[in-house]
């Protein structure tokens, strides 16, 4: 069964600096997508950004992007120049390419923006 | 993108009682998924359900506690069967939507308390 792990419970950052938060997955599949999404105190799940595992290139979504090392089955989001509006937790989740499309979320990261 | 509606946005329910919590897609899906979210944790599938057919549920969850519906393509319900206070969560309705790599989209959850 596909895991996925996030070490970080919380995170804090000041506001415009970059953060980084962590997450590792296992699984034996070779075609997956990962995801970061955002969920605000409005309970809304937001997607964040995402990644094909076939594509070498991180992805990047104008403040957000990835580094996605495959063998070490590493998925990290970096946010740069941090708004008060990124305050929010943070999952990161897996999927696989073919077969069942539930998506396997980690535990969450609780990220806060320090003016 | 999809735009998701579901019906409560919360609700305080006695134990021993059911809830049933609706979810309207702005246009046809295959595959509708419900995940809870307890307190301060990540977000768990319950089940998946597809129209025509019975929903596949996870390991955990089991359909006299948690009966679903799927009318047709736009519509499922999901029932918290004869609550107690563990039960107490944010439950989600998810959908894929567009090419397979889109991600998932969200409704904007229900939270539920039971007392």
């Known amino acids: 069964a596909q895991t996925v792990t996030q070490s970080q419970p919380e995170m804090s950052v000041q506001e415009a600096e970059t953060v980084t938060l962590s997450c590792t997955y296992d699984?034996?599949?070779?075609?997956?997508?990962l995801f970061w999404y955002k969920q605000p105190p409005s309970r809304q799940m937001i997607l964040v950004i995402r990644q094909e595992a076939y594509k070498q290139q991180n992805a990047t979504e104008n403040r957000f992007s990835v580094n996605f090392q495959k063998a070490a089955k590493s998925f990290s989001l970096k946010i740069s120049d941090s708004q008060l509006g990124d305050a929010a937790m943070y999952f990161c989740?897996?999927?696989?390419?073919?077969?069942?499309?539930?998506?396997?979320f980690g535990q969450g990261t609780r990220l806060t923006i320090n003016p | 993108s999809a735009v998701i509606s579901q019906k409560p946005s919360r609700d305080i329910c006695q134990r021993g009682t059911s809830l049933t919590i609706q979810c309207q897609v702005d246009s046809q899906v295959t595959m509708m998924f419900w995940y809870r979210q307890q307190p301060g944790q990540s977000l768990t599938l319950i089940a998946t359900a597809n129209q025509g057919s019975e929903a596949t549920y996870e390991s955990g969850f089991v359909i006299d506690k948690f009966p679903i519906s799927r009318p047709n393509l736009t519509f499922s319900t999901l029932t918290v069967s004869n609550m107690s206070p563990e039960d107490s969560s944010i439950y989600l309705c998810?959908?894929?939507?567009?090419?397979?790599?889109?991600?998932?989209?969200f409704g904007q959850g229900t939270r539920l308390t039971v007392v």
């Open positions: 699984t034996s599949e070779s075609d997956y997508y």
């Open positions: 998810s959908v894929n939507k567009g090419t397979i790599d889109r991600g998932a989209f």
């Open positions: 989740a897996y999927r696989r390419r073919q077969g069942a499309q539930k998506l396997v």
